[in-house]
DNA sequence: GTTTTCGCTTACGGATTCCTTACGGATCAC
DNA sequence: GTGATCCGTAAGGAATCCGTAAGCGAAAAC
C-alpha cells in the first residue's frame, strides 16, 4: 500500500514515515503543501496523512484538492488542535479520518491500514486466499496454518497479489505500489523478491508467472 | 498504455520514445503539428506527450482538437518556457498536465503513467461470445469451459476480436491495435499469430476468415 | 562488537515468445 | 482456366522474459 506523509515538522514526519515502512509501507513524504500537490499529480496514493497547519499551502486546500480530483485517495487529517471545531471542518472539507496531536503510533497505523481498505473494494481486514492468510495488522503470515516469516518488502508484494484477487498484477505495479518513489525503475528486485517470496511459502506453488505481463495468485 | 510524441526536434523525439518503450509503452512519433494530426485520426491514444512548439500546426492548435474530440486522451504538454503565465494557459486549452524543459526522464514517466491511470476506462468487463470467454484482469481464456494458455500476442488479438463483437478486423486493424508501429507493415506476424491461436483454441473453428478483408468472431 | 538479516545489484542460463522466410494451397477476377 | 492475390503452415533464429546464484553494504539483532 502507498502512503504519502506530509507535515512540516520534518522529524515527526520522518519517524512516522519510518515506522510505516516498518509496516510493510511504501511511504513517501512532502513537507509543505505544494511538494504535496505535486507529489499527488505524479503518483498515486492509497492514503494520504496530512497536517493541517503547512507552509505554502495550506493542509485544508491540499485536501479539497484530493478530493475534488476523485482520485480514490483517503485523507487522513492531523492536527494539534483537540477543539471538535476542528474536527468538524476537517471532516466537512472532505477528510476521511482525523487524528488529534499527539497520538499513539500504533493507533495511526490501525487507521491508515483501515483507510486503504475503503480504498478499495470494501476487503475484510484478513487477507485469505489459496491456502495464504496474511494479516495485515499484526503482520502475520500463514501457510496452510504454518506461519512463515517474511521481510517487509515479501510481505508487502504478498499483501498486494492477495489484495488483487486473483487479477494479474504487473511487475511495474509491484514497484509502484509496494516500493516508494526512490527506487529504479529498471530493477529487478522484484523479481529477486518474489523468489525469495515462493521459496518460504514453499511447495506447491502459489505465485503463478504470466509470461509477459506480471503475477498473480488464482 | 498507448502513447504518441509529438515534437519536432528528432533527436529529443526519438530520445523520449525510445526511454518509454523501455518502460513497456506503446510509442509513436510524429514530428509536426500535421502529423500529430493524422496519427492521432488514425489511433487511439492514452497519452499526448505534445511539444507547444510545432511546424505546420501549433501544439496549442493540436490540443484544443484533442480536447475537443473528448476521445479521452490525456494531454501532456512540452514547453521551453519557463513562465507561469504559460502553464496557465496551457492548462486553460485543456491539457491535463504541463512539464517545462528541460525535465528529468524519470519525471516524465511518472507524469505519463499517472496520466494514463486517469485515462484508463473502468475496469473491462468479462468478453464472451461464440463459447469463448476471455477475463482481461485475470487473463484467462476458455474454450467451452477448458482454460487455453495464450502467449500476450495471441491474447490481445484474441481480445480485438472479441471487442469488434461479430464485426470484421482487418490485419491491419490488428496490427495498430495489439502491436505499435515499429511493426513492419508488410509482416506476416498476424497470420502467423492467428495460426497459433486458432490452434490453441481446437475445434470446432470459431475465428473466421473473410477473404480479402479479415477476421471475425461470428 | 560480532553475527545475522535485509534490500538490492549484477550476471547468466534456460524457457518462452516473437518474427522472418519460404512455400503450397485456396480464392477471386476475368 | 489461369494468373494474381490472399491465406495457412512449417521451421528456425533472434529477442525477450524469467528464475536463480553470488556478492556487497547497511541495518538490525544478538
Same mark, same amino acid.
Not at 485523507?75 to 466537512?92: I, K, W, Y
Not at 500504533?106 to 483507510?115: G, H, P, S, Y
Not at 502475520?140 to 488483487?164: I, M, N, W
Not at 509496494?178 to 514453499?202: C, Q, S, Y
Given at each position: 500500500m502507498r502512503v504519502l506523509v506530509v507535515e512540516d515538522e520534518r522529524i515527526l514526519a520522518d519517524t512516522i514515515a519510518e515506522g510505516l515502512r516498518r509496516h510493510s509501507l511504501a511511504v513517501d513524504?512532502?513537507?509543505?503543501?505544494?511538494?504535496?500537490?505535486?507529489?499527488?499529480? %505524479?503518483?498515486?496514493?492509497?492514503?494520504? @496523512?496530512?497536517?493541517?497547519?503547512?507552509?505554502? @499551502?495550506?493542509?485544508? /486546500?491540499?485536501?479539497?484538492? %484530493?478530493? /475534488?480530483?476523485? !482520485?480514490?485517495?483517503?485523507?487522513l487529517m492531523l492536527t494539534a488542535a483537540v477543539q471538535?471545531?476542528?474536527?468538524?471542518s476537517g471532516l466537512a472539507l472532505g477528510?476521511?479520518?482525523?487524528?488529534?496531536?499527539?497520538?499513539?503510533?500504533? /493507533?495511526?497505523?490501525?487507521?491508515?491500514?483501515?483507510?486503504?481498505? &475503503?480504498?478499495?473494494?470494501? !476487503?475484510?481486514? @484478513?487477507?485469505? &486466499?489459496?491456502?495464504?492468510?496474511?494479516?495485515?495488522?499484526?503482520?502475520?503470515?500463514?501457510?496452510?496454518?504454518?506461519?512463515?516469516?517474511?521481510?517487509?518488502?515479501e510481505f508487502a508484494v504478498l499483501e498486494e497479489l492477495l489484495r488483487a484477487e486473483g487479477a494479474v498484477v504487473t511487475s511495474e505495479q509491484l514497484l509502484e505500489r509496494a516500493w516508494d518513489e526512490h527506487i529504479d525503475p529498471f530493477t529487478n528486485v522484484v523479481r529477486v523478491t518474489l523468489m525469495t517470496l515462493r521459496r518460504k511459502l514453499g511447495p506447491p506453488p502459489v505465485i503463478e508467472t504470466v509470461h509477459g505481463v506480471g503475477y498473480r495468485i488464482p
Amino acid at each position: 500500500m502507498r502512503v504519502l506523509v506530509v507535515e512540516d515538522e520534518r522529524i515527526l514526519a520522518d519517524t512516522i514515515a519510518e515506522g510505516l515502512r516498518r509496516h510493510s509501507l511504501a511511504v513517501d513524504v512532502a513537507y509543505d503543501g505544494d511538494a504535496a500537490l505535486e507529489r499527488l499529480g %505524479v503518483n498515486e496514493y492509497d492514503v494520504l @496523512i496530512l497536517d493541517r497547519d503547512l507552509p505554502t @499551502i495550506h493542509g485544508d /486546500e491540499v485536501c479539497r484538492s %484530493v478530493v /475534488e480530483s476523485r !482520485s480514490g485517495t483517503r485523507v487522513l487529517m492531523l492536527t494539534a488542535a483537540v477543539q471538535v471545531s476542528d474536527r468538524v471542518s476537517g471532516l466537512a472539507l472532505g477528510a476521511d479520518d482525523y487524528l488529534p496531536k499527539p497520538f499513539a503510533f500504533a /493507533e495511526l497505523v490501525a487507521r491508515v491500514r483501515a483507510l486503504g481498505r &475503503r480504498s478499495r473494494t470494501a !476487503s475484510p481486514p @484478513i487477507l485469505e &486466499r489459496a491456502g495464504i492468510r496474511l494479516d495485515p495488522n499484526r503482520r502475520e503470515v500463514q501457510r496452510d496454518g504454518h506461519f512463515v516469516r517474511l521481510s517487509r518488502k515479501e510481505f508487502a508484494v504478498l499483501e498486494e497479489l492477495l489484495r488483487a484477487e486473483g487479477a494479474v498484477v504487473t511487475s511495474e505495479q509491484l514497484l509502484e505500489r509496494a516500493w516508494d518513489e526512490h527506487i529504479d525503475p529498471f530493477t529487478n528486485v522484484v523479481r529477486v523478491t518474489l523468489m525469495t517470496l515462493r521459496r518460504k511459502l514453499g511447495p506447491p506453488p502459489v505465485i503463478e508467472t504470466v509470461h509477459g505481463v506480471g503475477y498473480r495468485i488464482p
